[in-house]
């Protein structure tokens, strides 16, 4: 029985190639020999040859073939192309390294990171900084009224009614005008809470005029005191 | 043990490294190699790509190899190995795209009728469909021995398999394809 098992295997390990005639004479022996105890080999062999001789007839060696005759011709034209490793792989690294040191110069020198620190300190105009005595300078008659009133803002106690008075005269705005007295007196709506109506202004102004230093200042220091009080 | 006519052939192309050298290895394997990688990939278009690659990384290697195996037993493989490293790169893709892939056993058949062309693609692609179907030792064993012709001593040393196993491989492949015969005669 296990000698059976033992030929019956070896019958199927040699069937294909006696199939296919490609068996060499001694297994072919051997096959031919025992093939009459195995029917079901025999049909085995029967079923095969059919199917095979199918296969034969589509000659797959010749369709590869015809698939395959140009393919030295792509593989050269490929090895020519990867020839020059050296160019290719240091372009593949410049072009992105160029690329960055384009963006970078162009963030640095287009946005100016530097730049918004400044606009703070623009806004503040250089008079912030002057002497006392130069203060006086302030009041150029070239100034628009616009830069009278901004530079109003900036105005500190230290101008003398002299330089107020100067400005005020050089400026032929009595809006202008009432802006410099009004931001030169400190909380300048007590005037109006006084009951002083704007049209009287022009009126201070003129009597101003006649007003000596130390009235001015005295009356200047009242005003203050009255709002400490307040 | 690399052959005779293999040794002057790889030493040619290392010293010259010319186009005549390499178009010399390449006309003597392409057969195989395109065959293996058609075998796997199903597909001609891909088949030739794929023995493109193996081509250019064989002859840019050439000098590497030591000649321990056949070269036919290198090739191959190389080719398995870029069989595989082309399928996972194609299944990466096909995720992204809806492409169909049809260009799958375009045959050109100069010698038949139109009709017996178009029968015998049929059978060709229910015979290569079933191939595909068997386990991959299956197949090869069967294709090496089929169609390549190799000895099961030079298959057992591409597989890995022993004698025996390869013997047993080969006729469970062909009692297989022939059971299939009815499905693939129905045309």
Redesign the interface.
Known sequence: MEKNYDIYNKMQELLPDYCFNRINEEDKRFFESNIESFPDLQKEIEDVKAVFAKIDELDFDGIISRKTRNLSVKVNKRLKKDKPAVGRSFMKYLVPTFGIAILMFAAFYVFKPGDRLEPANKALPEFMVLNPNDESKLFDSTMTGEELIDLSQYLNNSLTSDDILLASRDTANIEIADNLIMDNIKDADDVFMVGIPSEHYSNILDEIDNVDESDLQGILKDIKNAQDFN | MILESDKELIDDYIKSKS?LS??KI??KY??FV??TA?RYLQN?DD??DV??EV??KA?KYLKNFRGDSSLKTWLYKITVNMVSSFKRKKKFYTVFSNEQDDAYLN???QDKSPLQAVE?QE??LK?LSLLSTLPDKQRETFAL???E?LSYEEISKLLGTSV?GL??N??QA??K???S?DK??RI
């Open positions: 186009e390499a178009t390449v006309r392409q057969n395109y065959s058609l001609y088949a030739d023995a493109q081509f250019i002859l045959i050109e058949n015998d059978f060709e015979l021995r089929y169609f012709n025996g013997k047993a080969y006729f062909v009692k394809i022939a059971a015969y693939i005669m």
